[in-house]
């Protein structure tokens, strides 16, 4: 019979007696005994050899108790254990073998007899603990396979088993890497975390799906779901806990960067308006129940739109994020500062005294002066005009606290710029602006709901064999507002980008109706739409308009553009070049307003137009209708040497339309021709 090999642990400080002894003395059975003092010699032991049998101490310099037991048995392959308890310890014996020893023994009781039994039965029994080892290997698969981290650890944070997963999710080479380690000082980035979550399952016995942030080997965050459960014996004392852990860094990473993007502008990285709004209501709300006084300062970058037509668009943006780091180190800890609009930036002051404002509020304005920002080799200036409000100490929502640093603003804007106002009630400059405010929000909100009404007005012509033509018109929605609410050259001169998107919202709906309406008016030749003078500096402005109308399936034949003649003066290379683009395709253009102002003859020979409007209000004013009539005449006589027509608006009276028919003027328009009609509404006149 070969000589059976049996592993004796046992604590060489106090080894119980006689138990090599008696192993020694047992007569016609040969055993190879190989002894380890700690449980980490036993599990070196274990991995190079194989053993018939473990007699295991559960009083071990390195482990103790029941740990000891379940630390060994995740290691002790199909070899049975017998451990060894003193008799003040039998419930703990007890319980090992619950939990699969084999069976115990007394250290006051062991004899060569009782171990000779032990052994036999052990060596005996070894079909059943094969059995039961292979459901332990079934288990152990599961445990070793699955792609959730899974643990036991001792009450007091040693590991007693990792799976792979776990080893893999903390970056360690091998399980007694991590069984090294003190899970609560060592695994968790934070210790106080650690002890609040065991205080947390010593009550409860469970906890499920905390979020719990460990540390890798590299020291690195590891953002986890952890589940974990206490193991208690049948007394109810607590014996380990076992737990999962699934690795969710990636997507909390994702939803950080989700929230951070959700909030954060993404040119400058500062809070973008939603979050800038959601945060001044919520200090507002602070500030009225501690009764604190809080400051928002509002910031408009002065000239900012001459940088981006002299330099282009990247400089531009390239300024804002200069803008965006010197405002950032200007502020106190705490202070709150984003990006409000285009070149407009607003801070917020919690308990901020009125002078204290102004003070952070100078340092702003002295460190934007002294911003360095290079581009192309010429230094980019930023100036600003800067608006201060001061909460009262009574509740107020944030868009009326906004309002007060923006009429602020405006009134340093007004005073030449670079530099500051604080709100006060009876400034003059708060009229003025809050009503630009006004219109501003009534507009944005029609653009977004599609709310603007488009209407015609006929053009008729004085000659019986030319075809009318129509202007159309954008009209405010409601028929109460009054007419500053669509006053578009208003709205341009303050808001230009305003102005902008609503002459894109005429052209692509007037662009629509016209395509499904033209056949049904044969005798209108030519549909005229305005443009202001804040659409022209916009470089895609041709390209807009030929793609609007092919999209809508517009004929171009039939579609006019009416130019102010007001913006010829700044703009007139871009109106040359819109016109050279679009007249291959088939549109037409019109002077509008010719006789308002200083009437230039050089813009009109050089600009290649059909029609020149000439408004007749503006002529006949303070003179007598022979002088009036004259003043027309003399300039129908140009248009037509030059090869234009003429269009008489603001006819207020069927004698002044016999007036011009005589003098053989091409078209009239006005209440006297015809009152503007709804396009959806009306079947037109030819």
Known sequence: MSDERILLIQNSRAPPAGVADALARLRNRHYVISESHTLAEALIEIRDRKFAAIILELTLPDASGLPAFLRLQSRAATAPIIVMVDRAQEELGIEATRRGALDYLLKEEISAAILDKVLRLALERTHTVLALRASEARYRTMFESTAAGVYQATCDDR?????????????????????????????????????????????????????????????????????????????GVPLYYEGTIADITASHRQARQWSHEASHDSLTGLLNRRELERRLQSALEDAAIDRSTLAVVMIDLDGFKKINDRF??????????????????????????????????????????????????????????????????????????????VAPQRDQSWTALVERADLACYDA???????????????????????????????????ATNAFVLQAERIVPLRKQAASHYEVLVRAPAADQPAEY????????????????????????????????????????????????????????????????????????????????????????????????????????????????????????????????????????????????SLLRSLHQINKVLGRATIIQSVASTDLLKRLASAHVDYAQGPAVAAPVLLEETRLRA
């Open 312 to 389: 282009g668009h990247v400089a531009g943006d390239e300024l804002l994020r200069h803008v965006s780091a010197t405002l950032k180190a200007s502020l106190r800890t705490g202070d709150v500062v984003g990006r409000f609009g285009g070149d407009e930036f607003l801070v917020l002051l919690e308990h901020c005294a009125e002078e204290d404002a102004i003070r952070i509020t100078k340092t702003m304005i002295e460190r934007l002066q002294n911003i360095e920002c290079l581009w192309v080799g010429q230094a980019l200036q930023a100036r600003a005009s800067v608006g201060i409000a």
């Open 159 to 235: 590991l007693i088993s990792a799976n792979p997963a776990i080893i893999t999710m903390l970056g360690y080479e091998s399980e007694e890497e991590l069984l090294c380690l003190d899970f609560g000082r060592e695994v968790y980035a934070s210790a106080e975390d650690h002890i609040e979550w065991r205080r947390e399952l010593d009550e409860a016995g469970e906890i499920r799906s905390r979020e719990t942030v460990l540390r890798n080997k590299k020291g690195e965050r590891v953002v986890v779901l952890h589940s974990a459960r206490l193991v208690r014996d049948s007394r």
């Open 486 to 629: 669509l006053d578009l050259a208003q709205i341009a001169a303050f808001n230009a980008s305003l102005a902008h998107r609503v002459d894109r919202w005429c052209l692509r709906h007037a662009f629509r109706w016209i395509a499904r309406h033209q056949r049904a008016n044969p005798g209108v030749s030519r549909w005229f739409l305005n443009l202001t003078q804040a659409s022209f500096s916009d470089p895609e402005l041709a390209q807009f308009i030929a793609a609007a109308a092919r999209e809508a399936q517009a004929p171009a034949q039939h579609i006019g553009l009416e130019i102010e003649e007001q913006a010829l003066a700044s703009g007139f290379v871009q109106i040359n070049d819109l016109v050279r683009k679009l007249a291959p395709l088939g549109f037409q253009f019109t002077l509008d307003g010719f006789g308002r102002g200083i009437s230039s003859f050089a813009y009109l020979k050089s600009l290649d137009v059909t029609n020149v409007k000439i408004d007749h209000a503006a002529i006949a004013r303070g003179a007598g209708d022979d002088v009036g009539d």
């Open 413 to 447: 804007k007004t005073h030449g710029g670079n530099q500051w106002r604080m709100f006060h009630d009876d400034a003059t400059a708060n009229i003025k602006v809050g009503r630009e405010r006004r219109i501003a929000l009534y507009v944005e909100d029609a653009l």
